[in-house]
């Protein structure tokens, strides 16, 4: 499977704010570049922190875009995958709506009713890892059920346990012209944090727009 992986933060590297709410650092064409991105992939990861915090819809806006995926003979959107071990996904989440698939990856410890409720929302819920969600079998289990080219848009955990991994092909990040500061606020890769052999990147393009730049690295 290729992964890519897709995220904004601000000038000093920051998701969103210590309060951990949706932060706008980009704009207009960033947006456009996302939906692009979208676009181009079988599905779209995020971990339940971004649900419950934005409740996103992750559809491919552009009508031009979508009318290319159902040309191809593919969905309309790309499925959608949360990580989400105790299986906290309300049931009423935009995310889970009929526009596309869905897959709730949990822990083998996650609550049953919780995961037969997901199951009810319509969800496919697939259980890898026991008190956290193994993100290696995660994706493993996602390729086996067709899905070849996946977009990681974050959090900052989910981010760092990806390339922790070794799972990114590839990163994209729009890199936005303000500071938020705060040692508590979420990073591009938050987690344990590496010691000892960094991922390394090359970076292969810069795009300057909505007053920030947007940056594409290809995972050495």
Known sequence: MHV????????????????????VISGPA?????????????????????????????????PA?????????????PARVVVDTHAR??????ILDDAAATYVL???SASKN??????????????VGENRVDIEAGVAALENEGIDRLMVEGGGEILFSAFEAGLVDELSTFVGS???????????ADGAGFVEDFPELRLEDVERMDGGVACHYAVE
Do not use: M, W, Y
């Not at 996904?89 to 935009?94: C, D, G, I, L, V």
């Not at 919780?114 to 259980?127: D, H, K, S, W, Y």
């Not at 303000?178 to 591009?188: H, K, Q």
């Open 89 to 94: 996904t309300p049931a009423e989440s935009r």
């Open 106 to 108: 949990v822990g083998e």
């Open 178 to 188: 303000l500071v938020i500061g705060g040692r508590d606020a979420p990073t591009l």
């Open 114 to 127: 919780r995961c037969a409720a997901l199951r009810e929302a319509g969800a496919n819920v697939i259980a």
């Open 30 to 62: 960033d947006f456009a570049r996302v939906d692009s991105l979208r676009a181009s992939c079988d599905a779209v990861l995020v971990g339940v922190g971004t649900v419950l915090a934005d409740d996103p819809h992750l559809a491919v806006e552009d």
């Open 65 to 77: 875009l979508r009318a290319e995926r159902t040309e191809c003979g593919d969905p309309t959107h």
């Open 4 to 23: 890519v992986a897709n995220v904004a933060v601000s000038a000093d590297g920051k998701l969103s704010s210590r309060r951990r709410e949706q932060v």
